[in-house]
């Protein structure tokens, strides 16, 4: 395939830079050559958007400073950390990363594409926005935003997630990095996608490329780079149980790996065919944890909606007076009082179950679990 106009080659950069260092957002991670904040920043904001990733990240380095601080610290408290911020197997493959740079490179982050790429979780993106902004060295980088861009500039037509068109698109994207500004260079672009080149109504006007823009020139800008067709979006009901137990509530910790792996959840699935979400509560507090559950009591519903599907939880409290809970299908089983349910990683779905239980105070919890039990103490 072609690479890029020559025209483009020679001007852009240039053009760019200049709009980077007049326009650029002053956003905490700008703030620093630190390759473990970077390389955060990075893995925090695949998939989320800026405004909400930044409270995590100060939130993550208050309590993890430095990489060797986040390879200390147990997967627990990592989660715990990164509680609502979704895409849990990000924060697991940090957390085993770090452990890896300190075992085999001294607590130091690799300066190698091959290095860096062997770790978990760094894929050919993160380990060139690492490579680029923390040590300047000329790594190209290709998310959403930098593929949309040079779909526009090279005027690309079909699908950009093909192979051959993603083998062009790298291919670009190293041509046109200008000789020792590879880290303002590669965040210009990305900035460019952020603010100007965006998908719906790009800001064309205000862009420093325009005039050297494909897609601008020909009238094509709201077309590119064509977007593939989205099937529906599976929904599912999901039963949770909040079994009771002596003022204790009963959690467990998922598999490690998986959605959500390693957060702590009540226990509950999806239910099956036309069963009953009482049933569904039931069987499924059986299945994962080896409890008969009794009388079943709806707290509340709510909504959440991931990646790929949306789930609505039911929520029902009740007790299960005989018997001792067993990690049958999770990894691990504890009773926890309500007020202590804030020291565990739950998923963002799980918030508004927690505040029905804990939010209207300390007795709030207790009155509930005393209904379920028709009024007698466990």
Not at 57 to 86: I, K, M, Q
Not at 240 to 267: D, K, M, N, S, Y
């Amino acid at each position: 395939m072609p690479g890029p106009d020559t025209a483009l080659v020679r001007e852009l950069p240039s053009r760019l830079l200049a709009w980077y260092s007049r326009e650029r957002r002053d956003l905490p991670w700008r703030r620093t050559r630190d390759p473990y904040r970077i390389w955060l920043a990075e893995v925090m904001l695949q998939q989320t958007r800026v405004d909400t990733v930044i409270p995590y990240y100060r939130r993550f380095l208050s309590r993890f400073p430095t990489l060797t601080a986040l390879a200390a610290a147990p997967l627990d408290d990592v989660l715990e950390r990164w509680a609502g911020l979704g895409y849990y197997a990000r924060a697991r493959n940090l957390h085993a990363a770090a452990r890896r740079v300190v075992s085999e490179h001294g607590g130091r982050v690799p300066r190698s594409a091959e290095e860096l790429r062997a770790l978990p979780g760094v894929g050919r993106y993160t380990a060139g926005a690492v490579l680029s902004i923390a040590f300047n060295i000329s790594a190209p980088v290709l998310d959403g935003n930098v593929t949309r861009v040079l779909a526009r500039w090279l005027r690309l037509r079909g699908n950009v997630r093909a192979p051959a068109t993603q083998r062009r698109l790298w291919r670009v994207a190293q041509e046109l990095i200008p000789n020792g500004r590879a880290g303002e260079f590669n965040q210009a672009v990305m900035e460019l996608g952020a603010l100007v080149c965006t998908p719906a109504r790009p800001r064309c006007p205000l862009c420093p490329a325009a005039r050297l823009c494909g897609a601008f020139l020909h009238g094509e800008q709201e077309e590119l780079p064509t977007k593939a067709r989205r099937g529906p979006v599976p929904h599912f009901d999901v039963g949770v149980g909040l079994v009771w137990r002596r003022g204790r509530l009963l959690i467990a910790r998922r598999p490690p790996t998986g959605l959500l792996g390693g957060l702590w959840e009540f226990p509950g699935g999806k239910r099956e065919g036309g069963e009953a979400l009482e049933e569904t509560v039931r069987r499924e507090v059986k299945e994962e944890v080896g409890l008969d559950t009794g009388r079943l009591a709806p707290l509340v519903t709510c909504k959440h909606a991931y990646s790929h599907f949306r789930v609505t939880l039911h929520a029902f409290e009740c007790r299960a007076p005989r018997g001792r809970a067993r990690p049958l299908a999770c990894e691990a089983v504890r009773w926890v009082r309500p007020a202590d349910l804030s020291a565990y990683a739950f998923p963002a779905g799980s918030r508004e179950i927690i505040r029905r239980i804990c939010g209207d105070g300390p007795a709030a919890g207790r009155t509930r679990h005393d209904r379920c039990q028709g009024g007698r103490r466990a």
